[in-house]
């Protein structure tokens, strides 16, 4: 059986930077990128909020940068999958891909959480070209122009109001005759103009051309069916963090979040760490997942070294 000293898992923002961090900390990390490798950063295009890139950076190129820091740096990025998991014992014993076996004295969990979608070919078509589930990330290209949100909850109002900040109109699709929403979200959208909401509306195909995006096809409750003009197609039904894998040891919250203490990334479990979207249900961005996979490497070195 192979042993570890500081085995990281997931391949984007928060698992390359803690590679990186851990690797000038002479922990040896080991990382495996699983079946994603760059994460959801991966399903843009050009990353326009990233800090040092004044004119943009192409999200795989991005990814590419940091996963060759932390080989140049000494870390050991491997493809495969971890499939299993016992955290109960010491050191943690995992299995990669369903058969190679190792032990770990310190494990960082930056696993990502995936963004949940109507399942509609043609939104996998248009992924990239028009569907997102991330107005902060994607908004900007779409100044001036027309786009939908498909949601009611809070993150739904959320992504609504700050679209129409850029966006010349937005639509909300919303599959009930009612908002989920906190009241307070509520108002903020019947107060902005440019917001029109459908009510008992479910998305039946995304529309598009060879250019991206063109439009919805729409049902309505009652039967209707009806096309809307949009460049931009947003989800906002929520993320599933991938922590299942590691549930039964680590604290989760209602949504399956891992739980960590503070501003750290220590969990319950001594020697376990998470970094990024799979203990981030709020912001979701890659400099903050990268920020935690920094502070997930410092925890893990002094961990390691106590």
Known sequence: MEHVNCLIIGGGPAGYTAAIYASRAALAPVLYEGNEPGGQLTTTTVVENYPGFPGGVDANQLMAGMREQAVKLGADVRRGTV???????????????????????????ATGATAKYLGLPSESKFRGMGVSACATCDGFFYRRKDVAVVGGGDTACEEATYLAGLCRKVYMIVRRDVLRASEAMQEKVRNTPNIEILWNCNTQEVLGDASGV???????????????????FFLAIGHHPQSDLFSAWVNTDDQGYIITEGATSLTNVEGVFAAGDVQDPRYRQAINAAASGCRAALDAEKYLKK
């Open 214 to 232: 063109t439009g919805a096809r729409l049902i309505r409750k009652n039967g209707e069916v009806f096309d809307i003009n949009v460049d931009g």
């Open 83 to 109: 499939t299993s998991a016992d955290l109960g014992v010491r050191p943690f014993r995992l299995v990669v891909d369903g058969s190679a076996e190792l032990e770990a004295d310190a494990l960082i969990i």
